[in-house]
Structure formats: structure tokens, C-alpha cells
């Protein structure tokens, strides 16, 4: 008797389940009508503001036939707005020291056009 019950109370459970399965995988739609697109994600208001600044893939040093503002923006990979000296070390023989005239351990655009105006043999 007790195995009767537990084998009956099983397959009515059993049976629940596929009978909602198969009452989910029949669901249907009005002739002519297409089941309703996922939400979309939103978009955010400003993207760049939410996301990490792009990084591109390393370039090949600038040419000395570039001009100041092509190299500066060449070499400033990560679109900072300056050069440090890891970033103009592809520049052989660019003296760094020299062109760091306020001493900050960065070039900005105008110090770096002055520089490379001296590296590139072409002074103003």
C-alpha cells in the first residue's frame, strides 16, 4: 500500500512537469504575428564616459618626415594628451631631458612640436 502512494504521488509529479513543458513549448502565436523581441539593453547617455579609454595596437615610430602633430599623436597611444618617456622611446636619438622643458616628466603638444622640430631637422 505505502509503495502504491509513493509510486502513484511520483507519477503525478512527474506528469505536472511535462505537462507544463509541453504546455510552454506550445505556446502560440495569432497567424501572421511573431513572438515579441527580448528587451534590448539601453543604451547609455554617453558611452565613453562608462567605459575604459581605448588602448589601439602598437604603431610603428613616427617617421622624421612626420609632421610634429602626426608623431605626437602617433606615439600618445592611450589619447592622454601627453608623451612620458616610455612613450618616445621607439625615437632614436629624441633627447627627452631636453625637450621636458618645465621638468614634469611629460610633453605636452607644444613642447613635443619643439622637439621634434630639433629631431626631425627641421627647426623653425
Do not use: C, H
Not at 28 to 51: E, F, L, M, R, V
Not at 84 to 100: I, P, Q, R, Y
Amino acid at each position: 500500500m505505502k509503495r502504491t502512494i509513493v509510486s502513484t504521488s511520483l507519477t503525478l509529479a512527474v506528469a505536472g512537469f511535462v505537462g507544463v513543458g509541453a504546455a510552454l513549448a506550445q505556446q502560440s502565436y495569432a497567424p501572421g504575428t511573431t513572438p515579441p523581441a527580448p528587451a534590448a539593453t539601453p543604451a547609455t547617455p554617453d558611452a565613453k564616459a562608462t567605459t575604459a579609454p581605448q588602448i589601439t595596437a602598437p604603431q610603428s615610430a613616427p617617421g622624421r618626415t612626420e609632421s610634429g602633430q602626426s608623431a605626437f599623436t602617433k606615439l600618445d597611444m592611450k589619447q592622454r594628451g601627453y608623451l612620458n618617456a616610455e612613450d618616445v622611446s621607439k625615437l632614436e636619438g629624441f633627447n627627452f631631458k631636453n625637450a621636458d622643458k618645465n621638468g614634469d616628466g611629460k610633453l605636452d603638444a607644444a613642447e613635443f612640436n619643439a622637439a621634434w622640430a630639433t629631431y626631425a631637422g627641421t627647426p623653425k
